[in-house]
């Protein structure tokens, strides 16, 4: 923790020295949990803004946040907090968190980066987004046990299945086995049937499944996600699907294989691009999303292989970051894990625990259809 907090602090320095700015505030949940370690409180899962606050100066570090959380953060992140001077407010009054932070920033609200927008006048959102993308040792290691973790939970919810439970029942089993590992659910899609032959995100309406269950997970824990998806079929699949899923393993393989050669993320969609013309299905990923970097948010950024004029485009693609793509063809067929990129070839961060394996074309496995 003490060397990933000094890294984290040093990128901000470097980038408040490029850019000639004395502070930045961050505040948004992403940034929070990277800046410190993975501390942030968390409890109001649906608010944009965390009860605590992150300001860095070229010599100071302080972290804000109220007087209700400011005991139990000390109590139960002695380490983490020992890299901040921490400043409390009062729980009431809006303003009291703006007001502090500008004072430690020692700078007018206009020339302070900050992820919050106003009154804060410079933006940082999208620079500390690409500061944060590569992952520490601290922030792998976390990925790594996150992903199995939230592989087991999935697997594990699915281990007694039997035709005719509701998708609520197989969502509400799905999030009980996260929750006991300490995963908050960021993403839960349960579905099954013409629901999921029909729909891209067949969200659990409550019917009961007979022959096709689709289970998509992204899993939030110490602030960093991981996204995985498992499908299972009531029966042997038939030659049709069959053939979209390998067809699906080979693409995801081509986007894998790219990021030992890709300079940019723009290079990489390309490949997707291609990889969907080669399969037959030109264009495809223009009818679902289909993923990209993951970290701190449940994906760092999301574009099209032909928005070259988005600013993630010409972002490099560089070993210790983390990425899941989730290819797809209409009819309910989607793979769908999460890979840390490393220099010897991408590393499955979600390999499959019970769970039959599709091999890739280009090397290492993936999780296949479990046929019931």
């Given at each position: ?8 602090l040093?990128?901000?320095r470097?980038y ?9 505030v ?7 949990a990277?800046?410190s370690?993975?501390?942030?409180p ?10 605590m ?7 100071r570090?302080?972290l ?10 000390l109590?139960?992140h002695p ?10 407010v ?7 968190y703006?007001s502090?932070a500008?004072h430690l920033?020692?700078?007018?609200p206009?020339?302070v980066a900050s ?9 940082c ?7 944060r993308m ?7 290691t ?11 939970a ?6 007694g299945?039997?035709?005719g439970?509701?998708?609520l029942?197989?969502q509400?089993?799905l999030?009980f086995?996260l929750?006991?590992?300490g ?8 579905g ?12 659990a ?29 009531v029966?042997?699949?038939g030659?049709?699907d ?9 693409i995801?393989?081509?986007?894998l294989?790219?990021?030992?050669t890709?300079g940019?993320?723009g ?5 997707l ?7 037959g299905?030109?264009?495809?990923w ?5 993923g ?5 948010q449940?994906?760092e950024?999301e ?7 988005s600013p993630?485009?010409d ?7 983390a ?21 010897g ?6 390999p499959p625990l019970?769970w ?8 290492g ?6 046929e019931l």
């Open positions: 923790m003490d060397a990933h907090i000094a890294d984290v040093a990128r901000l470097g408040l020295a490029a850019a000639g700015l004395g502070g930045v961050l505040g948004r949940a992403g940034n929070v990277w800046a370690a993975g501390i942030n968390m409890i109001d899962r649906s608010a944009e803004v965390e009860s606050w992150i300001v860095v100066t070229a010599t570090s302080h804000i946040t109220n007087v209700v959380e400011a005991p139990r953060l109590e139960e380490v983490e907090m020992a890299h901040f001077d921490l400043v409390t009062p729980w009431y009054g809006s303003d009291e703006i502090v500008v920033a020692g700078a007018e206009a020339q992820d919050l927008g106003q009154p804060f006048g410079i933006d959102t999208t620079h500390v987004v690409g500061l590569t992952h520490t040792e601290l922030g792998q976390r990925l790594r046990a996150l992903g199995g973790d939230t592989v087991s999935l697997e594990d919810s699915l281990a299945f039997e035709a439970s509701t998708d029942e197989v509400a089993g999030v086995e929750e006991r590992r995963i908050t659910p960021s993403v839960v899609i349960v099954g049937d013409d629901r999921v032959r029909r729909f891209r995100h067949p969200s309406s409550g019917r009961a499944v007979k022959d096709l269950l689709m289970n998509v997970v992204v899993g939030r824990r110490q602030g960093l996600h991981i996204a995985v998806t498992r499908t299972v079929s029966g042997t699949l030659s049709l069959r053939e979209r899923y390998l067809a699906l393993s080979r995801q393989s081509a986007v294989v790219a990021t030992q890709a940019r993320y290079e990489l969609y390309r490949s691009d291609d990889a969907y013309s080669r399969e299905h030109p264009k495809a223009s009818e679902h999303f289909q990209g970097p993951i970290g701190y449940q994906r950024f574009i099209a292989p032909i928005q070259s004029d993630w485009f972002a490099p693609v560089i070993a210790g970051q990425i899941a793509f989730n290819p797809s063809l209409a009819g309910g067929c989607k793979l769908e894990d999460s890979f840390l990129i490393a220099p070839g991408p590393i499955n961060l979600t019970s039959p394996t599709l091999a890739l074309p280009g090397g496995v993936i999780a296949g259809v479990l």
